[in-house]
């Protein structure tokens, strides 16, 4: 572990560039981390369906946990008693955990935002809180992730520029403040050092997302990630901005995606330059049904497959390709029995993290472009 400007720093490696595409290593005091790299959510501690043998067994290695939820139930403190969120999760690898950030755009209809921070009522009880920056930090040290994120504002993708010039402002402004927490507390959380990641904003507006960066890099991070996109933005103007935020953040640093987990997207993100991504999409679509498949996606609730005796994917090699049929996983899933989901979820995290890998193998042999072009052909474009 290296120090960057007094906060704790995982060092990233680049091993390989193909294109804009790369393939690198981070460093972390609980393994060596392969990029690019997919990481499954646990919202309130643990991936939906999934064990954490089950995660080692799909090739996970970075998992997240939403601040906001666990703060609010069962509460950091309690989590620290537990042993921190290791200890909690039953997960020896690294954990990734958010802000908070993300609830501000998803409640920012009935909560209170200003320059101090945000004042909500829980989900689960209706009791007042307020989110600062410095809070933010402190339930992140105690809840003891390894990769910890700044307080960031997220606008909606319907943002007027006014909207988004202000959350850009306010979150450079609550970045210097994350950083200072964090600095007073040497970048210690409960269960070892935390790496803060910087958070730009800035919408699909170019203007702005040079600003942003330029703001951001000016205060010093070891690692940033991109916000504000994937939240009802136009898709090619979220990929036109993806590259654009990709040539403003430094080539020695990490580059996270924060939010994007359809195989479509993970493609087009890591051809542009993203080391890391995370999203629910693919344990939640499970849970509605459908499977990622190397020819499309897969409704197990249609007709069609109440007899078929095929895999999911023959060229998937989870628990659910290997050892059912579609017909009987569909049987499961109308019989509302939890095999189906997690043999569903199981499979959608092995295709996502195979995929990744697959991704990762072609940019170190300098094949991505035609990588990219196969995977534009099997599923991409239906």
């Not at 790369?22 to 997919?38: D, K, M, N, Q, S």
């Not at 509460?75 to 802000?99: C, E, K, N, Y």
């Not at 924060?258 to 051809?271: Q, T």
Request: proline share 5%; aromatic share 8%; charged share 25%.
């Amino acid at each position: 572990m290296r120090t960057f400007d007094g906060l704790p720093d995982f060092p990233y490696t680049l091993e390989a560039q193909d294109g804009k595409a790369r393939a690198g290593l981070i460093e972390t005091p609980r393994g060596v981390v392969r990029t690019p790299c997919f990481m499954p959510v646990g919202t309130k501690g643990t991936v939906k369906a999934m064990t954490p043998d089950r995660l080692k067994a799909v090739g996970a290695q970075i998992i997240l946990a939403n601040t906001y939820h666990l703060a609010l139930r069962p509460g950091s403190d309690t989590v620290r008693r537990l042993g921190g969120l290791h200890a909690f999760m039953q997960w020896d690898g690294p954990i990734l955990t958010d802000s908070g950030g993300y609830q501000v755009f998803s409640l920012r209809d009935t909560a209170k935002m200003d320059d101090d921070g945000v004042a909500f009522r829980s989900i689960y009880d209706g009791s007042k809180h307020v989110f600062t920056p410095e809070r933010s930090m402190e339930e992140q040290r105690a809840l003891g992730a390894d990769f910890i994120m700044c307080f960031d504002q997220c606008p909606p993708g319907s943002a007027t520029e006014a909207e988004v010039a202000d959350a850009v402002r306010r979150t450079s402004v609550w970045a210097e403040r994350c950083k200072r927490a964090h600095q007073e507390n040497e970048g210690l959380g409960t269960d070892g050092p935390q790496m803060l990641l910087g958070i730009m904003q800035g919408g699909v507006l170019p203007h702005l997302r040079k600003t942003s960066a330029e703001q951001l890099q000016e205060i010093g991070f070891p690692g940033y990630a991109i916000g504000g996109l994937t939240v009802g933005e136009d898709r090619n103007a979220m990929l036109e901005a993806t590259s654009l935020a990709c040539s403003l953040l430094p080539k020695d640093r990490l580059r996270y995606f924060m939010g994007i987990g359809d195989p479509e997207g993970l493609i087009e993100v890591i051809g542009r330059g993203i080391d890391m991504f995370d999203c629910v999409l693919p344990t939640r679509t499970a849970r509605m049904g459908t499977a990622f498949t190397s020819s499309g996606r897969l409704n197990i609730r249609n007709a069609e497959h109440a007899y078929s005796t095929e895999p999911l994917d023959p060229a998937c090699p989870c628990p659910a390709c290997t050892g059912f049929s579609r017909g009987a996983i569909r049987h499961f899933f109308m019989q509302k029995e939890i095999l189906a989901i997690i043999l569903l979820t199981e499979h959608n995290l092995t295709f996502l993290t195979r995929l990744v890998q697959q991704a990762r193998e072609a940019i170190v042999e300098g094949r991505f472009a035609a990588f990219r072009s196969g995977c534009n052909a099997a599923f991409l474009v239906r």
